[in-house]
């Protein structure tokens, strides 16, 4: 996720400006820089790390009292000092920083084009200081033309926005990404999260989806975006330390980016349908198509490989990426996936890399734009979740899931296994599924807590579902190994009368995923199997299922397709591995022997 800031006032703002984007650097960032106002604008800005970038352009060295910050995390354009923010309209008229997608960038671009404006970026935000020029240059008041520019994006956006002949306002609005104002004493601030100007205000004011804010050093207008209605909201008084306010409040970064799902979701659905296009179409020329990952990423592919079989009538072989070079055989005509959310996974370039040597494809699906896979890759597709800080990957399974099932449907689509209008129905109920998670979200982390608490000392948990359910539940288990350290060992329930059986006595803890779908009642002939030696069994179902009468502890979750059962079922899981990890009194940001990229082999 980008980050924002903004200053207006009697302070020289580049040095404060520099200073607010350090505070935001936890939230990951590959380029930064800063714009202020005098009778022009005056920018500098690069790739890299603030403090390096600092050492080479000295960006605290710019004229003016006013001006906006920003560090960048790619979503369209590698991190590069073109696509860095701040940007500048072609006329010099108005200067930007963005945080959000805009999805129809290359239309108004394209228009743009037509009426004589210029690109230097690859970004989408681009757009936007362009289009806002546009119509300043129709004689639109500033407020009247960031409205109507702002009225034709579609995407999200957090913005902040100075305009040359005004040098007495800052402009800020927003639309799904994350924005405050900071009142001052004749000083103005905006900011994405209150750790960047905590040493400066407390008195905060949170905008909400579709406020216009004006902001002048000694006065403050909102407006809502649609009906122009100007509100009046009191400023909150923050009471957090600078480490709370890093977190949004939440002890943790893991539990912040269990909430913080729905977004990347939304964020990864509504993005680069091109990308899809393209990867559909490639997987429907290979003869044979494989997908490398590890961990989380890998138990993502098994979500995707049961998405594409079931929808799309397609084999896909998943390989865990340190495997590949021993098991499987590419060549000409073989397309080659790697899900990696950083990018640098050692196992998975390698796999990669003997893939290519082999004559195969490579298409990759990552969650950092410009990362080493990338360079590796025909196909590059991106997943949306903003940067991962815990070590534990959370929202960027849910991304990378969101993306496969979108894949899996566009495949189908493609190969005629479903309707147009099928697809576009899928595509629908999709699209509501950040809305079902944060439901989720809310109704189970009490219950969660509760089952915390009973598991918290156990030795052993074992984890068993079905079909699409047995990804969901390995992941589960992974979630539970990392951060609780008490051994979680998922597996098919069809698999328990092979062996493990021999481990359930009484009292041990298993929790049986039932997600809907063909396999619920072999699944609940499953749940009898380890109950009649003496289990004490955990069931995760939807409202429907007449679950209750066969498991101990029942966490109920909304009715859903079996196909989009992960992105629901997953959640409690995480909850239960955060909650028992914190009543364990271990940290579970930083679970031992762990690092977020494995850059060895
Ligand atoms: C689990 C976890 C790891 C990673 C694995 C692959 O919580 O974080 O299992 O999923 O190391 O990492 P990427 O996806 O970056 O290739």
């Known amino acids: 996720m980008c980050g924002i800031v903004g200053y207006i006032g009697s302070r020289p703002a580049a040095p404060l400006l520099l200073d607010a984007l350090k505070r935001l650097e936890y939230r990951g960032y590959d380029s930064a820089g800063i714009v202020t106002l005098t009778d022009k604008f005056n920018v500098k800005k690069d790739s890299g790390k603030i403090a390096e970038i600092d050492s080479r352009l000295d960006l605290a060295d710019l004229p003016g009292t006013c001006g906006l910050g920003h560090t960048r995390w790619a979503t369209h354009g590698k991190p590069s000092q073109r696509n860095a923010h701040p940007h500048v309209d072609s006329f010099g008229r108005v200067a930007v920083v963005h945080n959000g997608i805009i999805e129809n960038y290359l239309e108004i671009k394209q228009e743009l084009k037509k009426r004589g404006f210029t690109f230097r970026s690859d970004t989408d935000t681009e757009v936007i200081p362009n289009l806002i020029s ?3 240059s129709r004689k639109l008041s500033p407020e009247q033309a960031v409205r109507r520019a702002l009225s034709q994006l579609e995407g999200s956006f957090a913005l ?5 002949d005004n040098p007495d306002k800052l402009i800020a609005a927003r639309k799904e990404s994350p924005l405050i104002v900071g009142l001052g004493k004749n000083e103005m601030f905006i900011a994405s999260d209150i750790p960047a100007i905590l040493p400066y205000t407390k008195r905060v004011i949170v905008m909400h989806d579709e406020d216009l804010a004006v902001l002048f050093s000694r006065a403050l207008i909102i407006r809502n975006l649609k009906s122009w209605r100007r509100t009046v909201r009191k400023p909150t008084l923050v009471k957090w330390t600078l480490e ?8 943790h970064f893991t539990i912040k980016e269990i909430y913080e799902q729905p977004a990347a979701i939304r964020e990864t659905l509504r993005s680069s349908p091109a990308e899809i296009s393209r ?3 490639l ?10 990952a ?3 990423s890998y138990h993502a592919a098994l979500v995707g490989k049961y998405a594409l079989a079931k929808l799309a009538d397609y084999q896909s072989e998943v390989v865990i990426s340190s495997e590949f070079q021993e098991s499987c055989r590419a060549s000409a005509g073989t397309t080659v996936l790697a899900i990696t959310q950083s990018g640098e996974t050692a196992d998975t370039l390698k796999a990669v890399r003997v893939a290519k040597a082999s004559g195969a494809k490579i298409a990759c699906l990552t969650n950092v734009i410009g990362s080493s896979i990338t360079r590796e890759s025909d196909v590059v597709c991106h997943t949306h979740a903003g940067p991962e800080i815990s070590v534990v990957a959370t929202k960027t399974f849910a991304a990378q899931v969101a993306f496969l099932l979108r894949l899996a449907i566009e495949t189908a689509r493609c190969k005629r296994t479903i309707t147009s209008s099928q697809a576009r129905q899928l595509m629908v109920e999709l699209q509501e599924l950040p809305k079902v998670v944060e439901r989720v979200l809310r109704s189970t982390e009490r219950p969660v807590r509760e089952l915390a608490q009973k598991l918290k000392d156990v030795e052993h948990i074992y984890l068993i579902s079905r079909g699409i359910g047995y990804p969901t539940v390995l992941e589960g288990a992974l979630k539970l190994k990392e951060i ?3 051994h979680s060992e998922a597996l098919p329930a069809g698999e328990l009368k092979h062996g493990t059986l021999a481990l359930i006595e009484p009292g041990t803890a298993v929790i049986a995923l039932i997600p809907p779908g063909d396999a619920r009642s072999r699944m609940i002939g499953n749940v009898e199997e380890v109950k009649a030696r003496g289990a004490w069994v955990i069931g995760l179902t939807d409202a429907d299922a007449d679950v209750g009468a066969h498991v101990d502890w029942l966490i109920t979750l909304p009715r859903t397709r079996e ?4 992105l629901l079922y997953i959640t409690p899981l995480q909850l239960l591995a955060y909650h028992t990890t914190v009543l364990r009194g271990q940290d579970p940001d930083r679970p031992r022997s762990l690092a977020k990229s494995v850059t060895v082999e």
């Open 134 to 136: 546009f119509y300043l």
């Open 160 to 164: 902040g926005i100075l305009i040359r």
């Open 244 to 251: 709370m306010a890093e977190k949004g409040g939440y002890p």
């Open 279 to 281: 990867l559909a179409a």
């Open 283 to 292: 997987l429907l020329r290979s003869k044979r198509f494989y997908m490398v």
């Open 294 to 296: 590890c961990g989380t």
């Open 484 to 486: 609780t350290y008490i």
């Open 563 to 566: 196909l989009f059962s992960p």
